[in-house]
């Protein structure tokens, strides 16, 4: 039993072994005459402390160990927490492997990390380290927002923005746990700045783009339903406000309560949050008619004069909530919005010509191809021969945002024969002879027919001819700036998608009453 002699007096190694005999002649043998016996000691497996090395970078905290076996290494266990923590977080065992890499660690945060190795003699030791994950030393912002215009209280938007720290390893790490000063005040022009705390370190970077932050209700993304609204269809009637379009002139026309340039959609932001545009007035003039151009203010417009009009929601009242058995509403604006839209251009009652289109001869009064309902959609039919000048900037595209667009049905819009007559007598114009209707088309918003503008059902008079105040729609001032006539007392005429039996011409409602 050699244990006394091993025990804590030979390191670990190889001996070599003989026993010399002797008597008390001095004589000595020496056994094994020619050769020894070999013995081990193995108590200490004697590992170094492994390497560590900070291999963080864009997109982890990362940190790396690494160790060199001992010759008869049988494995090592590894297992870390947070220096604050009572759990540990993971557990791995290595034979062969000899390195790990942790990922996915929080900035500037100290972990304790157990090392044991063991060795085939049943050795064991234990390592017990502390390290502490990368710091952070500055702050970056890069890139282009994609959006600097805000209704009060939306949150942030980070797209088109990328946030960067700089590690202490000069390896640049993005992050996203940033805040900024945006805030729910309205402002008709402030910067933003962006601002990242960790580690009870905090750094601030100014953007350079220029915020703006409307009234929360300065948009009708949503269809809000009206209650005791005196429309045309009396108190009883149903009335939705959805979108928004500028309608009453601007109490204040001074241009320094407005933003220098133009925001969204060729509006102004005013220092109320509410959009507002800006428009020279293109009166109508003529001989014939009077126009009334007084506004609600008790402004009298002036021909070629700029005025600031205030952008407001659309009012809108249901004509049947189930629009051709399809369950969804169809809406009739309460105002007349707009004009100086032609049915077609260039149209003149002197000069019709007539457009060859898809090979095709195709009048001027044919809905399909008109720029009333490019403009009302701004989209155009495959072929056709106008200026594109409404393609994608349409009222539709001004009128609602984008999330609003998507609350409008797509309807397919009956242009028949018979919807070019009134509701009660398909044969009432030509015999209900009429050559000059055209497909049905596909639209989110299109104008009434002959048929639907004499409908008992949406609350019309069935006459055509007679008068209607269901059919008297007032003008807006902004309406009144933009080429549309209203007389006194009256409404004005409005376009319907229906052409008349003849060449050229369309159906509209007159001043006030009839349809013709």
């Given at each position: ?16 072994l ?19 016996y ?6 200490d497996?004697?590992?170094k ?5 900070d ?13 060199k076996r ?7 266990e ?10 540990w977080l ?19 945060t ?5 090392i044991t190795?063991?060795?085939?003699a ?5 390592l017990?380290l502390?390290k ?8 970056s912002?890069?890139?282009t927002p994609?959006?600097t215009?805000y ?6 938007d ?14 640049v ?11 729910t ?18 750094k ?5 783009q ?22 045309k269809g009396?108190?009883?009637g149903?009335?939705?406000?959805f ?15 407005y ?7 060729n ?10 545009e800006?428009c ?9 008619w ?7 203010d ?11 009009f205030?952008?407001?929601p ?7 909530s ?12 309460e ?11 260039p149209?003149t ?7 060859t ?21 701004g ?21 609602f ?6 609350l409008?049905?797509?309807t397919?819009?009956d ?5 070019t ?27 009434l ?8 059902d949406?609350?019309?008079n ?16 902004y309406a009144?700036?933009?080429?549309t ?14 052409p ?10 007159d ?6």
């Amino acid at each position: 039993d050699l244990s006394s002699l091993i025990e804590d007096k030979l390191s670990d190694g190889v001996y070599k072994l003989n026993f010399e005999f002797s008597d008390r002649s001095g004589k000595t043998v020496t056994y094994p005459e020619n050769s020894s016996y070999y013995f081990t000691v193995d108590n200490d497996i004697s590992m170094k402390e492994p390497t560590f090395t900070d291999t963080s970078d864009g997109s982890s905290i990362k940190m790396k160990f690494e160790w060199k076996r001992s010759k008869d290494h049988k494995k090592t266990e590894i297992r870390y927490k947070k220096n604050s923590g009572d759990q540990w977080l993971d557990s791995n065992d290595f034979t062969t492997v000899t390195f790990k890499e942790y990922d996915s660690l929080e900035l500037a945060t100290d972990y304790d990390f157990e090392i044991t190795n063991y060795d085939y003699a049943g050795n064991k030791q234990v390592l017990n380290l502390t390290k502490t994950s990368a710091d952070w030393t500055e702050f970056s912002v890069t890139g282009t927002p994609s959006k600097t215009l805000y209704l009060s209280g939306e949150d942030f938007d980070k797209t088109g923005l990328t946030a960067n720290i700089e590690l202490n390893n000069e390896k640049v790490f993005t992050v996203n746990s940033y805040t900024t000063d945006l805030g729910t005040a309205t402002s008709t022009g402030k910067t933003v700045t962006i601002s990242y705390t960790y580690g009870g370190k905090t750094k601030s970077v100014t953007l350079p783009q220029t915020y703006y932050i409307a009234a929360s209700d300065a948009l009708t993304q949503k269809p809000v339903k009206l209650t005791n609204y005196p429309g045309k269809g009396g108190t009883s009637g149903t009335y939705y406000k959805f979108g928004d379009f500028p309608q009453r002139i601007a109490v204040n026309q001074n241009e320094s309560y407005y933003t220098t340039e133009p925001i969204y959609n060729n509006w102004y932001l005013g220092n109320d949050g509410y959009f507002y545009e800006k428009c020279n007035a293109d009166i109508y003039t003529s001989t014939t008619w009077t126009p009334d151009l007084t506004c609600s203010d008790d402004t009298v417009l002036t021909n070629k004069t700029d005025y600031y009009f205030k952008v407001e929601p659309i009012i809108w009242r249901v004509l049947t909530s189930n629009y051709n058995n399809s369950n969804k509403y169809l809406l009739l604006s309460e105002n007349a919005l707009t004009g100086n839209i032609k049915y077609y251009d260039p149209y003149t009652y002197a000069c019709p010509t007539r457009r060859t289109i898809n090979n095709e001869s195709v009048e001027l009064n044919n809905y399909m191809y008109s720029q009333i309902r490019a403009y009302l959609n701004g989209k155009y039919e495959n072929g056709d021969t106008q200026e594109k000048k409404y393609a994608d900037n349409g009222f539709l595209q001004n009128a609602f945002t984008t999330s609003a667009q998507n609350l409008i049905a797509d309807t397919t819009v009956d242009n028949s024969q018979r919807s070019t007559n009134p509701d009660n007598n398909a044969n009432y114009f030509n015999n209900g002879v009429n050559s000059f209707y055209c497909d049905n088309t596909n639209d989110k918003i299109f104008l009434l027919s002959m048929q639907e503008v004499t409908k008992s059902d949406y609350g019309f008079n069935q006459d055509c001819t007679a008068s209607d105040s269901s059919r008297v729609y007032p003008v807006t001032d902004y309406a009144k700036a933009h080429y549309t006539l209203q007389l006194t007392d009256k409404g004005c005429g409005w376009y319907l998608r229906s052409p008349y039996w003849k060449p050229n011409t369309y159906r509209n409602s007159d001043y006030g009453d009839a349809v013709w």
